[in-house]
C-alpha cells in the first residue's frame, strides 16, 4: 500500500512558540491531504482538508489562525501550530488520498506543550 | 447525539476466544463502513471494508453491516496477541474517505 510519513514523530515545546508538523506520501502524488488530531479514547477528529495549491478547508470550530496548514506540493502539506499551549497537546495525525481512492495515514506526531 | 458512537473499552480477552467490536450511527446517508486497526503510537490502517449492507470475511476477520439498525461490527476469530491495538470504525457517505470515525475500541488479547 501507499506510505505517508510525518516528520517528527514526537516534539515537545515551550508554550508560546510554534511548532511545524510535516506531512509527506512518499510513493504517490496526493491530490487532497488531511489533518485530524486525536485524544484518548476519543475519535479522531478531522481538523482540516487541503488540496495541492488551494488554501485548506477547516472544519468548524478549528482555529484557521492557530492551525496553519500548507499543501505546496503534491507530495508535502505541514501543519503549523502557532502559539502552542498546553491544552494543544495531542496527537496527530494527516492522511492523504488521491482521486477516488481510500485514505492513507501516516504515523502521526506527538505534541507535547509545556 | 454523536455521529459515531463506539465504546472506547478497554476489552481484554484470552487469546483463541472470538471478539466482537460493533457501532453504532446515525447518518443514515453512510454507505462506506470501515474497520481500521491502530497500533499504539501508530496511525490507523484499513482493515477491511463494506459497501452498503451485508457481510464481508476476511481470514479471521468478520464485518458485518444492518443499515436497518444502524448497527455494525468486526469479529475476530480465534484471536491473538498481535490482534492487541485500538479498532475504530469509520464510515462515509461518498467512499473510502471523508469518513467520521468513532472513539475506537482498545482491545488487548492475552496469551
Known amino acids: 500500500g501507499a506510505v505517508v510519513s510525518q516528520h517528527p514523530s514526537r516534539v515537545i515545546c515551550k508554550s508560546g512558540t510554534s511548532v511545524k508538523i510535516e506531512c509527506r506520501s512518499l510513493d504517490f502524488q496526493a491530490t487532497t491531504m488531511f489533518w485530524y488530531r486525536q485524544f484518548p479514547k476519543k475519535s479522531l477528529m478531522l481538523m482540516a482538508t487541503s488540496n495541492e495549491g488551494s488554501k485548506a478547508t477547516y472544519e468548524q470550530g478549528v482555529e484557521k489562525d492557530k492551525f496553519l496548514i500548507n499543501h505546496a506540493s503534491l507530495t508535502l502539506s505541514t501543519l503549523t501550530v502557532t502559539s502552542a499551549h498546553p491544552e494543544d497537546s495531542s496527537f496527530y495525525i494527516c492522511?492523504?488520498?488521491?482521486?477516488?481512492?481510500?485514505?492513507?495515514f501516516g504515523p502521526g506526531t506527538r505534541l507535547t506543550v509545556t | 447525539q454523536k455521529e459515531v458512537e463506539q465504546d472506547p473499552g478497554p476489552l481484554s480477552v484470552p487469546e483463541g476466544a472470538i471478539v466482537s467490536l460493533n457501532c453504532t450511527y446515525s447518518n443514515s446517508a453512510f454507505q462506506y463502513f470501515m474497520w481500521y486497526r491502530q497500533y499504539s503510537r501508530k496511525g490507523p490502517e484499513l482493515l477491511m471494508y463494506t459497501y452498503s449492507s451485508g457481510n464481508k470475511e476476511d481470514g479471521r476477520f468478520t464485518a458485518q453491516v444492518d443499515k436497518s439498525s444502524k448497527y455494525i461490527s468486526l469479529f475476530i476469530r480465534d484471536s491473538q496477541p498481535s490482534d492487541s491495538a485500538t479498532y475504530l470504525c469509520a464510515m462515509s457517505a461518498k467512499g473510502l474517505y471523508d469518513m467520521r470515525f468513532g472513539a475506537g475500541t482498545r482491545l488487548t488479547v492475552k496469551p
Open positions: 492522511s492523504a488520498r488521491v482521486e477516488r481512492s481510500e485514505q492513507y
